[in-house]
Structures are given as C-alpha cells and as structure tokens.
Nanobody, 117 residues
Framework: QVQLVESGGGLVQAGGSLRLSCAAS????????MGWYRQAPGKQRVLVAR???????NYADSVKGRFTISRDKGKNTVYLQMNSLKPEDTAVYYCYLTRLGMSSTYWGQGTQVTVSS
C-alpha cells in the first residue's frame, strides 16, 4: 500500500504564495508519476501538475508560469510552489502517485487552498 500525506494548504490573498508538500510512504517502488490534481466546488477533479520518473514535468495551462512542481527523491516528497495565486485557484488539492506497470492511482486526503480577492 501507499500512503500520501499532504500539507501546506491554507488561506491566502490574491497575489500571494503557498507551497504544498506531499510525502509518500509504504510500497513506493517503481514510481511512474507524482503530482497534484485540484477540485473546485461543483467541478471535476483536474490535473494541475505532475512530474514523471524521468524528471519531466507537465502543467495545466491555467497554472503555467505561476506554479512549479519539484521532487525530492530521497525524501519521496513532491512539492507544489504556487505563486501569483488567483481566486480561481481556490480548490481542494490532491496529491497522487502512480507506479510503473500498475493501473492503481493512489491519492492523498486533500488539502484546501483558498485564495481571497
């Protein structure tokens, strides 16, 4: 099994910054990708950013240039640095992990990010 523990959410004013962390533990061999989805009230969960095993990163168009995903392999932790936050970034942010050759997706419990205008 895989456990993902997120931290770093909170309330911030528009234009501010937050950094989310996600620490993975358990059966975390052969990681394919780690990253972040978000879900705003009444909307579907959407991909925000991910880093794959090669180190390549992908971002949603809405966060490019503002968010940066990074990974500390030694700590099995992924970070999401969020700058220039906007009210439309308000959502529950979920960390996820996938493993090579396996179909399961593991999720964290979610952390609330609220950006006030």
């Amino acid at each position: 099994q895989v456990q993902l523990v997120e931290s770093g959410g909170g309330l911030v004013q528009a234009g501010g910054s937050l950094r989310l962390s996600c620490a993975a533990s358990g059966s975390i061999f052969s990681i394919n990708a780690m990253g972040w989805y978000r879900q705003a009230p009444g909307k579907q969960r959407v991909l925000v950013a991910r880093v794959i095993t090669s180190g390549s990163t992908n971002y949603a168009d809405s966060v490019k240039g503002r968010f940066t995903i990074s990974r500390d392999k030694g700590k099995n932790t992924v970070y999401l640095q969020m700058n220039s936050l906007k009210p439309e970034d308000t959502a529950v942010y979920y960390c996820y992990l996938t493993r090579l050759g396996m179909s399961s997706t593991y999720w964290g419990q979610g952390t609330q990010v609220t950006v006030s205008s």
